[in-house]
């Protein structure tokens, strides 16, 4: 039986929980496992009962804002935000979990993941923020890319 590895389960999850995104630059799912157990799920988009930038227009694009900056000027919330605020919601704990990402987390979601006692970070894409590099180095979190990158 040819059946995917949990690193491929998972990720492809959230990969498909990032169909859901509402945002215009860019699509990123998030699932969070605890002991092979999905605790729960977010993608990027506007708070809940908010109009959706596929609505309004993007406000960084309209401001000429680049990507890894300014993340305070945005109508959505990350997708690691929305998974971390939906465990919380329904009394979940994400304490020693991993979360899945299909994009490396920006320093807002590094500080969110660090203060939230996620334990390992897996992701799909690179995202250019250096503090949350930093961030992540100085904390015991496992980071990893998936699948791993050869040169």
């Given amino acids: 039986m040819d059946r995917p590895s949990n690193d491929e389960y998972f990720m492809s999850m959230a990969e498909l929980v990032s169909q859901r995104s509402t945002c215009v630059r860019r699509k990123v799912g998030a699932v969070v496992v605890k002991d092979k157990h999905i ?48 465990a919380a919601y329904f009394g979940v704990s994400v304490k020693d979990a991993t979360i899945y990402t299909t994009t490396f987390p920006c320093s807002m979601c590094a500080k969110i993941l660090i203060n939230s006692g996620i334990k390992e970070v897996v992701y799909n894409t690179g995202y250019m923020d250096d503090l949350s590099v930093d961030l992540l180095k100085e904390t015991n979190i496992i980071v990893r890319v998936f699948p791993e990158k050869t040169d």
């Fill in 39 to 86: 605790l729960s799920t977010g993608y990027n988009g506007s708070p809940k009962g908010t109009k959706h930038c596929e609505e309004l227009g993007c406000i960084r694009d309209q401001m000429n804002i680049p990507s890894g900056t300014r993340h305070e000027l945005c109508r959505g919330v990350h997708a690691e935000q929305n998974a971390v605020a939906q």
